[in-house]
C-alpha cells in the first residue's frame, strides 16, 4: 500500500490528494512553527537601505504582527484538532504524521490520522467543512 494512500470506502475525513500532503506537509513543521514563533519576540524585520531605492514602506512592528498571527492562527488549528483525538491515540498518531515513526496501522489510528489532517485542512481554510 503506498505510502500516503487514504482509504475512500467509508471514510468521511477523505481529503483530495495535494490537500492532504499540504497539511501533512504543515503538522510536520509544526515543532519548528511553535519554536518559531516562540522565538518572535526577538525577531526584527531589516529596515531598507537608505540607498536602495523603492517605494514601498517599510513597517517592520505591521509586519510581524502579520506574521505571528498567522504562525499563532495554524498553531491554534493544530492544537486544537490534536486535543479532539483521544489522549492514547494522540501519541501514535503524532509520531505518525510528525515524527514520521511507524506505528501500529489499527482502524481507530488511522481514522483519527484522518480526522487530525481534515480537521486541520478545515481549520486553516484549505477545505470547506460540511
Given at each position: 500500500?503506498?505510502?500516503h494512500?487514504?482509504?475512500?470506502?467509508?471514510?468521511?475525513?477523505?481529503?483530495?490528494?495535494?490537500?492532504?500532503?499540504?497539511?501533512?506537509?504543515?503538522?510536520?513543521?509544526?515543532?519548528?512553527?511553535?519554536?518559531?514563533?516562540?522565538?518572535?519576540?526577538?525577531?526584527?524585520?531589516?529596515?531598507?537601505?537608505?540607498?536602495?531605492?523603492?517605494?514601498?514602506?517599510?513597517?517592520?512592528?505591521?509586519?510581524?504582527?502579520?506574521?505571528?498571527?498567522?504562525?499563532?492562527?495554524?498553531?491554534?488549528?493544530?492544537?486544537?484538532?490534536?486535543?479532539?483525538?483521544?489522549?492514547?491515540?494522540?501519541?501514535?498518531?503524532?509520531?505518525?504524521?510528525?515524527?514520521?515513526?511507524?506505528?501500529?496501522?489499527?482502524?481507530?489510528?488511522?481514522?483519527?490520522?484522518?480526522?487530525?489532517?481534515?480537521?486541520?485542512?478545515k481549520g486553516?481554510?484549505?477545505?470547506?467543512?460540511?
Amino acid at each position: 500500500m503506498p505510502r500516503h494512500y487514504q482509504h475512500k470506502k467509508n471514510n468521511p475525513y477523505l481529503l483530495p490528494h495535494k490537500v492532504r500532503m499540504g497539511v501533512l506537509y504543515i503538522l510536520r513543521h509544526y515543532p519548528e512553527m511553535k519554536e518559531e514563533y516562540n522565538n518572535r519576540v526577538e525577531y526584527s524585520v531589516p529596515m531598507l537601505s537608505s540607498s536602495v531605492k523603492s517605494s514601498k514602506l517599510c513597517k517592520p512592528t505591521e509586519e510581524k504582527g502579520i506574521m505571528m498571527a498567522e504562525s499563532y492562527s495554524a498553531m491554534h488549528v493544530i492544537e486544537a484538532a490534536l486535543e479532539r483525538i483521544p489522549e492514547q491515540e494522540r501519541k501514535a498518531v503524532y509520531r505518525k504524521i510528525i515524527q514520521k515513526k511507524q506505528t501500529d496501522r489499527s482502524t481507530e489510528t488511522r481514522e483519527y490520522e484522518n480526522k487530525l489532517l481534515y480537521e486541520v485542512a478545515k481549520g486553516i481554510g484549505l477545505i470547506s467543512g460540511h
